[in-house]
């Protein structure tokens, strides 16, 4: 049986840490499953990138990074249905996310990662679902000194083209103009 790691993430956009969240999963899996969330969101600050820039810089940065095992990664859009700070249909939302990877992999069963706060993700399911999932968090803040979507849109926003360098795949350094006239 082929085990399967899912990486639910917005990549907005895509750095060093996701690629290392994804490397540690191919070396606990047989494949990685990438959800890039929020892909009916674009045009904010939090969201600036549409989904076809995302995909775009995400599919060049895996394959840079992984070569031969990109073959063992595939990316699918899952659109939000709910404001972010909507804490009321969290279980919903864990509903729906459940149904999208497992009408995805075809397993009820399986290991998730999560690089952000692991209560947030915990509080998305039911206890019964909480049986099916394996859960594997990884603190954000030992790895690559915090590093987040957030900073590099604003080293991006700030024209700090040497952070961009440092923390993120070259497919994103590659399009700073672009990304910066977002």
């Not at 969240?21 to 969101?41: H, Y």
């Not at 939090?46 to 073959?71: C, H, S």
């Not at 990316?75 to 996310?97: A, F, K, M």
Request: charged fraction near 25%.
């Amino acid at each position: 049986m082929i085990k399967t790691g899912i990486f639910l993430a917005r990549m907005q956009p895509v750095h060093k840490a996701h690629l290392y969240m994804v490397k540690q999963i191919l070396k606990e899996n047989d494949q990685v499953i990438i959800f890039l969330g929020s892909a009916n969101k674009s045009n904010s600050l939090r969201n600036p990138y549409n989904i076809k820039t995302r995909m775009n810089l995400l599919a060049k940065a895996l394959q840079e990074e992984f070569g031969e095992d990109y073959n063992k990664i595939k990316v699918y859009e899952l659109p939000d249905w709910s404001y972010e700070t909507d804490y009321e249909g969290q279980i919903e939302w864990g509903n729906y996310l459940y149904y999208n990877i497992v009408s995805r992999i075809g397993k009820k069963n399986f290991s998730i990662y999560y690089s952000d706060e692991p209560e947030i993700m915990l509080n998305w399911f039911s206890n019964e679902l909480k049986e099916r999932i394996n859960f594997k968090f990884s603190e954000r803040a030992n790895t690559f000194d915090g590093l987040s979507a957030t900073k590099v849109r604003n080293a991006i926003a700030h024209g700090d083209k040497n952070y961009i360098k440092k923390y993120c795949p070259s497919s994103v350094y590659e399009n700073l103009e672009e990304l910066s006239s977002i």
